[in-house]
Antibody, heavy 120, light 110 residues
Framework: QLQLQESGPGLVKPSETLSLTCSVS????????WSWIRQAAGKGLEWIGR???????NYNPSLKSRVTMSVDTSKNHFSLKLSSVTAADTAVYYC??????????????WGQGILVTVSS | QSVLTQPPSISEAPGQRVTISCSGS????????VNWYQQLPGKAPKLLIY???LLPSGVSDRFSGSKSGTSASLAISGLQSEDEADYYC???????????FGGGTKLTVL
């Protein structure tokens, strides 16, 4: 059974860079797309972006200038960096697997989520 | 303001059937598949319906999805207390070039 687990600092100072890692177990990271999604307290889901092992990426246009996603196949994990954070970036961050299906796709495996608070 | 529009809340009695709507446009629902996710309180979202109306393995057949034009619906029959959750629709948007979610619908089983 595939399992995803987010890790990283739970507190980040304003203007600094948020860095999270998603460890994948029970399957290889070398196939499928992998995504990050976040959810502010009491709010809905917001897609941050996705990437494929080949380097192909899609980022949320509203976050694109601040987002970097990368992968370490040797450790079977992938990472998110979000720069110049503000209080508006405070949220639970989820990593998820994106499975392509015909001309579309869906998020079929999710991590449990990690709360990141931006505060001085 | 979410790109996909869902009712904020809905309530129904146990054993009854409820339908949650998701309204979009030609650039998202009209041209791409819709997925539905269930988020139990304090938990991560879980895939409920994919590609408009397909059920992932392990998901109860009390859940069903449909789509017509630029709108989609999630139906839940034989409501149970364990169905109390937030439900989100999602689809790729060709114009925005991003995955978009509905604002979520909080289901209360009376």
């Amino acid at each position: 059974q595939l399992q995803l687990q987010e890790s990283g600092p739970g507190l980040v100072k304003p203007s600094e860079t948020l860095s999270l890692t998603c460890s994948v177990s029970g399957g290889s990271i070398s196939t499928y797309y992998w995504s990050w999604i976040r959810q502010a307290a009491g709010k809905g889901l917001e897609w941050i972006g996705r990437f494929y092992i080949t380097g192909s990426t899609n980022y949320n246009p509203s976050l694109k200038s601040r987002v970097t996603m990368s992968v370490d196949t040797s450790k079977n994990h992938f990472s998110l960096k979000l720069s110049s954070v503000t209080a508006a970036d405070t949220a639970v961050y989820y990593c998820a697997r994106y499975t392509h299906y015909y001309d579309s796709g869906y998020f079929d495996y999710w991590g449990q989520g990690i709360l990141v608070t931006v505060s001085s | 303001q979410s790109v996909l529009t869902q009712p904020p809340s809905i309530s129904e009695a146990p054993g009854q059937r409820v339908t949650i709507s998701c309204s979009g446009s030609t650039s998202n629902i009209g041209d791409n598949a819709v997925n539905w996710y269930q988020q139990l309180p304090g938990k991560a979202p879980k895939l409920l319906i994919y590609y408009d109306d397909l059920l992932p393995s392990g998901v109860s057949d009390r859940f069903s999805g449909s789509k017509s034009g630029t709108s989609a619906s999630l139906a839940i029959s034989g409501l149970q207390s364990e169905d109390e959750a937030d439900y989100y629709c999602a689809a790729w948007d060709d114009s925005l070039n991003e995955e978009v979610f509905g604002g979520g619908t909080k289901l209360t089983v009376l």
